[in-house]
């Protein structure tokens, strides 16, 4: 597997475009930037990948770079695969890199930013809390 592959990977699945790439016989430096809508697919690959490292021959190191353009703030994502032969580490990162899931989160209750007495039924209409709702004809007494 390339490094390519490995890139193209991380964009497909985790949003992370690669902005810089250093490579040597025993490390794979990688440098770039993840969207906000991406993060939770991101931090999942990253968690993946950390986990899958620690059971293998090589290690991965991630932190984020911070950077001025300008007077404003910016931070990228770097990513250094190391390891003996790197090429076939860099395969192994691709096979954990393509199993990543992200696991649906369900909301069950949310909030309503109302006035008190908007939420205050009347026939049967009105705001109220989820599993302790009056429903149907009960609620119109």
């Known amino acids: ?34 969207s906000p809508q991406k993060m939770p697919m991101w931090l999942e690959t990253i968690r993946s990948l950390l986990l899958a490292s620690d059971r293998a021959g090589w290690n991965l190191d991630v932190s984020r770079q911070y950077f001025l353009r ?4 910016f931070f990228g994502w770097r990513l250094i695969l190391q390891g003996n032969n790197i090429e076939q580490h860099i395969s192994a990162a ?9 696991a649906a989160r ?7 930013n109302a006035r008190p007495d908007r939420n205050a039924l009347r026939n049967g209409r009105g ?15």
């Open 94 to 102: 691709h096979a954990v890199v393509q199993q990543v899931r992200v």
């Open 127 to 141: 705001a109220q809390e989820m599993g302790k709702a009056i429903v149907g004809p009960a609620a119109r007494r």
């Open 106 to 112: 369900e909301i069950e209750e949310v909030p309503l």
């Open 1 to 34: 597997m390339s490094q390519e592959a490995l890139l193209a990977a991380l964009q497909n699945k985790a949003g992370f475009e690669a902005v810089d790439k250093h490579n040597s016989a025993n490390q794979l430096r990688l440098f770039g930037r993840v």
């Open 70 to 73: 300008g007077e404003k703030l």
